[in-house]
Each structure stands twice: as C-alpha cells, then as structure tokens.
C-alpha cells in the first residue's frame, strides 16, 4: 500500500481529487486503487527542549552560566503541543505502519522535505520513499503527470541533512546566546538572539546609527531657462564633465556653495543671449528585467504596495495552491531552465499572449539559463487570475505577470540628447528623452519624454532667467523592507522561504518597528547589536555560514557535511558564550520589562521567568504520555 504525504490539507485534497478520491475521511483521502493521501500541517513535530536542556527534579533548571554552552550529544524531536495536530499525526502513523512505501510530496524544498523527514522517523517507517518533485501548480494534469516520474526519495537525502543542519544551528545558536544574553540582562529581560534575526538586525541598526550621525551639508545649484522660437528649456549649470565612466551625475557636477551661486546668478542675469555649443545624441536600450524569485517579488511588493514581506508571501502561497495561477514561490532563481521553453510556450498561450510564444525560442540566457538555477525556475504565471481574487491579490499576480511577459517582448528602445549651452562663459546642461520603441515598458506606465525644441549647434538661444537652487545633501534612506531583503539576498541571510519570518521575528521581539514602509530600530534593538562585539551580528559570517548549508545539499554531502557543519557551530558558541559572559550587564538604561508571570522567548529556545528570580524553560513536562518513549534523535531511517 503506498501512502501520499502532502505538506497541507489543500494540497492533499488537491492531490486526491485528480488521483480521483474527492470524499475526505478521518485526516485522509482513499484512492480508488487502495492507495491514500493524507497531509500535516506544517510541522508537526518539534525538538524536545526538555530532552535537550538541564533538568532538575523532573523540571526544567533554572539558567545558570555553568549549564552553558548546551551541547545536546544526539538532538531528541517530539510531537508539537497542540490536540488537533496530535491527532492528524495518529491518523499519518497509523497509515504508515501499514505502507511499504510513501510518496513525499510536501513543498519541493528544504523546509518541505524536514517536514516529511521528522514525520517518518517519528512514525518509524522503513519502507520505500519516493519524491514528488515539481516547481508546478498541482493541477490534475500536472499531478497525474508528476506521479509518472517520481524520484527516488535517496536522491533528496542530502536536502534532508541541509535542513536538519539548519534547524539544529538555529537551536544551539538561539538556546544558548539567548540565555547568555539574558542572564547578562540588567532588568532580567530576555534579549532573544538569533542565527540569522541577530545579523539582520545589525543591517538596520547600522543604518540607524549612519542616520543619526550623518551631518549634512548646505550647497546649491544654478538653473537656466532659455528659449528659442516659441519652445523653452532649462539647463543646469555644470562646475565640471561629469566621468562617463562612474556613477557621478549631473547633480553632484554641477554643486556649488551657496555664496558662489548667487555671485553666478548675479553675473548672468544681464546676459541676453546664450549660444548652442554641443549637442549629441545617442541611440540607448533597456532590456527587460530578470523574472521574478521570491524576495525579489516581496521588494516589489513592498516598494509598490507597501506590502510586508510576510504578506507578499502569504499572497503567493495563496496564488499557488488555491488558484493554480502561479508556480512554487519560495525559489530564489530569477532564470529558467532551457526545458522549461515549452512550460513558458504554454504559459504565454493559457494568459493571452501567444503571438509570442515564436520568441521564446529566441530569447538566450538572460531568461533560460540552467547555471543560474539551483532547485526551482523563477516565478512565473502559470493560468490567468480567476474571478473573485482579493486586490492585493490582483497586485501580486500582476508583478509576476509583468516581469514573464516584458522578458518575451522587445527591448525598450530611446534616443537620448545632451545640450550644452553656453551662457557667459558658463556651460548649461539640457536633456530630452524620445522614446523610439516602448517595448516592454507597454506593460508599465510607460517612459515620460522629455522633449528638447529642436536645435542645431552654434543656435542662439534667448536667456529667460537664471536663478539658485538651495539644497543639503541627504543621509542614507531609512530601510525599507524592499531594502532589507536586498540586503539579506545579497549576503545570503536566510532562504527565500524564511525571510519574511525572520522580519516579523526581529519586529516581534521589540528589536525593530514599522513606520508605514520603513524598517526603524528600537532602543532595545540598537542596545543588543551595540553592545554585543561578535560574530554574532555579522552578516558576512552568517552568510558562509548559508552558502556551507547550499553545499551540504548541493553537494550531496549528506550526513558527512551536516555533522561537519555542525561541529563548526558548537565551536563558534561556546566562543560567544564567553564573550557574552564576560560582558557587563545589557539594558541598563532602558525601561524594565512589562511585569508577566511566564513567556517564551519563540521557537522554544528561549526560556522563561520564574517567581524565583531566575529564567526556567517553560511549558513542557514529563508526563504519563511518556514524550521520551515517542521521542526519536535525529537521523533518517532507511
């Protein structure tokens, strides 16, 4: 009997109702040829903090520096806490104890796969595992055409292992500095670290920090207006050529101090003509923009929308699985793969577009490229967006729509002219913009013309007004979300699939706020990053630490690399916790906590304040369910 593992119950319908079962029994659906489908519910089982940290009389210990670092020799798991969920997880043991083999076909990466993983071991099975492995929407036909060419489960072994290291990183990472912290705290707060929240927070605090410190400066600009015939035009005094070759423009060409652009507006406002003494026009391109990954959606919804990553994300999902609209969303791929050329021909067709499907075949690998993949091809629309969607909705889907369509259509096409005017001796800068093809930018608001009067050199040209433009150089814009995940893309902070927890984490905590699309620092927030000198913040560490956890699977180091990885992480806390150790008490000049009998600290990796005047780990306890008889280490089994 085989046994179809979902990751959610409207995928598992999904699955069953094209394998052609559409009654829901108990937790699962039967199939006609005996088979079944059933599903969690994310994740269902979670590490046993109790296995794993001090005891002391059956209880949880209270956190001393002597417990630390927490080295646990094997990691124990245990079902979650939660009545409903136990019992879907009955209804997949009891399923499983009577299959010799079971189909994955929880979300087609890491996370998906240690889904799957902590289940069957939880469960015991030792049967034959395959893999439903797809970037698809599970349509009926993508569903029955998938479980044609399942993949055997051995060859996701190593993905199993990335997201074991990963999870089990975040644990001895955030059980261990998060208490370290916390009995270093003055108030006896718990200031919660993170693996990849801590570094993250560091990009918005040093922002912060640049901000406050930023000292502007006054300078000014000189204007021109001039007119020949009936047409007028403005220039910008240059002070000097901006570098062709940098990133320097006309701005910061043509800066003045306040003082020398009133002796400059004085001097020219008798001169009554100027004279046309360069012009030069050139022809210039923009090719359309890369498709569309996961965090580089959230940007843009971000930007355009205001949307939180988290939204952005929740919107996406629903895209995915309800309306079959889109592919798999949690990808960091911009590309596609050469293969999928008959996937984006179909694509075009199904949302109205197939006079371009011919192009497809043209177009090389600024859109199918299989080096720039790792396991999934970019977003993409799959079918067109069905009657009674949400606005957001609308929003999100037309981001992706826009970037799979443009990439297929010609480039955006326009001639660009410089005017340099000369006035007094002092030479005035002029552009016009005349779109020549809009191209992809049809799909847009379309590019504003600028349009100069047309001129010839050596024209004379009548001076109308010169005049100054105060201005102050600017600090550094507040980050944004958009600009946040730009930043963890870059250094490689997370996955797609977690960065938007990972913002709402650092905002839950207190350690950051919202303001309208702006990411802002808390006093606490900028007191932990301050005052905590280590590796801990550090992106850059923290991203070597995401590329050895690609490698892991992309490697297929499996089991190797996953205790390799791990071993470097217990080095790197036990340092932290001496460092953290050896500091004077954290918070001392912020507000004491809100009084509260008992909390987590989130994801169970904290701990808890106990009456006593110490911090305990709250929450679980030996009982007669016996949670170390169910409880299982960390291995697969075969």
Known sequence: MRVILAEKPSVAKDIAKALGSVKSQQGYYMLPNGDYVTYAVGHLIQSDDNALTPQENGRPKLWNFDDLPIFPPNFQY?????????????????LLSSADEVVIATDAGREGELIARHILNYANYGGAIKRLWTSKALTPDVVRDEMKKLRDGMEFDSLYYAGLARDQADWLVGINLTRAATLRSYHRDVWKIGRVQTPTLKLIVDRDIERENFKSVPYALVKASFQKGNTAYEGMLLTRMPARDTRDDDDTASRLTREKAEEIVKKLAGVPTGTVVVIEQEEKRRMPDLLHSLTSLQREANTEYGLSAQATLNIVQRLYEEKKAVSYPRTDARHMSPSNKQLAQDSLRKIGYEHLTPVVNKVGKRVFDD??????????????????????????????????????????????????????????????????????????????????????????????????????????????EASILRLMERFGLGTPATRAAILEKIKSTGYADRQNKALVSTPKGRELITRL??????????????????????????????????????????????????????????????????FSPGGGKGGGYSKGGGFRKGGYSKSKSGYSKSGYSSYPKR
Request: charged fraction near 25%; glycine fraction near 8%.
């Open 78 to 94: 245990r079902p979650v806490f939660d009545k409903n969920l136990a019992a879907q997880l009955n209804v997949i043991k009891r």
């Open 371 to 480: 080096a720039k993949l790792t396991d999934h091809h970019a977003l993409i629309p799959l079918a067109p967006l069905p009657a009674g969607c949400s606005t957001e909705e609308v929003d999100v889907y037309n981001l992706i729509f826009r970037k799979f369509v443009g990439a297929f259509m010609p480039d955006y096409r326009y001639s660009q002219t410089s005017v340099l005017t000369d006035l007094g001796g002092y030479k005035f800068l002029s552009k016009g913009v005349k779109v020549l093809q809009p191209g992809w930018m049809e799909l847009y608001k379309g590019p504003a013309e600028q349009m100069l009067p047309p001129l010839v050199k050596g024209d004379k040209v009548s001076n109308k007004k010169v005049w100054k433009v105060d201005m102050k150089t600017k600090p550094p814009q507040v980050h944004t």
């Open 533 to 598: 000198k280590s590796g801990i913040t550090s992106p850059e560490m923290t991203a070597e630490w995401e590329k050895k956890l690609g490698e892991i699977y992309s490697g297929k180091k499996g089991q190797a690399g996953y205790r390799g990885f791990l071993d470097e992480i217990r080095l790197f806390v036990s340092g932290e916790v001496a460092q953290i150790k050896s500091m004077s008490a954290i918070g001392q000049q912020l507000p004491p906590p809100a009084p509260r009998k008992s």
